[in-house]
């Protein structure tokens, strides 16, 4: 199963919004409602962002917020803070029992 | 404390074995399905492998198919994965995560600190 597609970088300045993309196929980001979005800060864990497409866990922000159009997933951070300059992963169900995670994005603050 | 934590990873050679556990606290582990997610250095995440509540079913990347096992102890709130027939390739932190509710492979809302696993000769 291949990895979901985002770009290496994003950037944006405290206070603007900037949307990471994740780019899948009609087998996974397509196909199903499962795409979830991940916050990873450098030697820690990853947090979970978003989950199914949109949803946001107890204590995430509303800043964060996802969505989907076709074969592609997004996340927007709105109101950019400094704190949310690290790296973030997208993962998609692929069916048949598979996950499948994105590359990652490194989030600058500028 | 709502925790979960990985037993000490190590250095292993081409072709040989390793029993990484987590240990739950906090929660009702059996009320959960669990997995095993890895990073290669510099890398990004890799889904490993998953099990779902009282370890009616398992699941495998193909990467790993056929050399992993993934297990669980409810009664020690303990999940498990027994790597063998390791490679180079394999060398990787591995994190234990916690799904959601309800859900078995797709959200994660629990990991622990991770256990670097280092495959060399």
């Known amino acids: 199963q291949s990895a979901l597609t985002q770009p290496p970088s994003a950037s944006g300045s405290p206070g603007q919004s900037v949307t990471i993309s994740c780019t899948g196929t009609?087998?996974?980001?397509?196909?199903?409602?499962?795409v979830s979005w991940y916050q990873q800060h450098p030697g820690k864990a990853p947090k979970l962002m978003i989950y199914?497409?949109?949803k946001r866990p107890s204590g995430v922000p509303d800043r964060f917020s996802g969505s989907k159009s076709g074969n592609t997933a997004s996340l927007t951070v709105s109101g950019l803070q400094a704190e949310d300059e690290t790296d973030y992963y997208c993962?998609?169900?692929?069916?048949?029992?598979?996950?499948?995670f994105g590359g990652g994005t490194k989030l600058t603050v500028l | 404390e709502v925790q979960l934590l990985e037993s000490e990873g190590g250095l292993v050679q081409p072709g040989g074995s390793l029993r990484l556990s987590c240990a739950a606290s906090?929660?009702?582990?059996?009320?959960?399905?669990m997995n095993w997610v890895r990073q290669a250095p510099g890398k990004g995440l890799e889904w490993v492998s998953g099990?779902?509540?009282?370890?009616?079913?398992?699941y495998y990347a193909d990467s790993v198919k056929g050399r992993f096992t993934i297990s669980r102890d409810d009664s020690k709130s303990t999940l498990y994965l027994q790597v063998s027939s390791l490679r180079v390739d394999d060398t990787a932190v591995y994190y234990c995560?916690?799904?959601?509710?309800?859900?078995?492979?797709?959200?994660?809302?629990?990991w622990g600190p991770g256990t670097m696993v280092t495959v060399s000769t």
């Open positions: 995560a916690r799904a959601l509710v309800g859900a078995t492979l797709h959200a994660f809302d629990m």
């Open positions: 199914e497409v949109s």
């Open positions: 993962s998609s169900y692929a069916g048949s029992n598979n996950l499948v």
């Open positions: 009609s087998s996974d980001v397509g196909t199903y409602n499962f």
């Open positions: 099990i779902r509540i009282s370890g009616s079913r398992t």
């Open positions: 906090g929660f009702t582990f059996s009320s959960y399905a």
